[in-house]
């Protein structure tokens, strides 16, 4: 799978690249590019922003800068999926992972801390994706969340069978995993529930399956 990060911040993703499971799959299983808007940007100066029309607060991404950037990455040819990581577009779930996850080739268009022109994301993406209803300081924060969700679900990135008992798995009816419990089996009158102390794998999995959240 190839996926391509436009950003105006590319160092920042250094750290995410030195992780598992990203870092085990670079090379083989995942192709990751990133792209600097400042690179390209038809403005003097390495400009990629600018007020709003109507006056407010911070800078927005402008449209012909995102649109220079797909040009001198793809042409006119852009991968089908081209995601606006926008807090407006549709919430980032587990099933929207698995999806993106079937891809060849997305692209992620992180904004400007204000967000991007409209335009950008009714014109040059194929959809947008939010992680969340809230403001954040560093816009490339969203596309680092996908990037590593979509990456779990690629094959080799975890070890064999571990990904089938995760949260959201089919294993788990699509739920939260069931709660967790290690040593010490007693601490401070808290214990753990008898039945992960019985031995009895079968009673075990019940339970499990009984906790699902």
Known sequence: MRIDVFTL??????WLTEQQPIAGILGGGLELRLYSYRDTTPLRAGQVDDEPYGGGAGMVLRVDVVAAALEAAYGEAPPRRVIAMSPQGRPLTQAVVEEL???????????RFEGFDDRIVQHLASD?????????????????????????RLPGALAAGSG??????????????????????????????????????????????GNVR
């Open 9 to 14: 911040v590319p160092h920042a993703f250094a």
């Open 128 to 152: 947008a994706i939010s992680v969340g209803p809230y403001v954040l300081s560093n816009g490339d924060l969203p596309a680092m969340l996908l990037l590593d969700a979509v990456t779990r």
């Open 164 to 209: 089938e008992h995760e949260s959201f798995s089919e294993e788990l009816g699509g739920g939260l995993e069931y709660p967790h419990y290690t040593r010490p089996a007693e601490f401070r009158g808290w214990n753990v529930p008898d039945v992960l102390l019985s031995g009895d794998h079968a009673r075990i999995d019940s339970w499990r399956r």
């Open 101 to 111: 996850a079937q891809e060849e080739h997305l692209a992620l268009l992180s904004a």
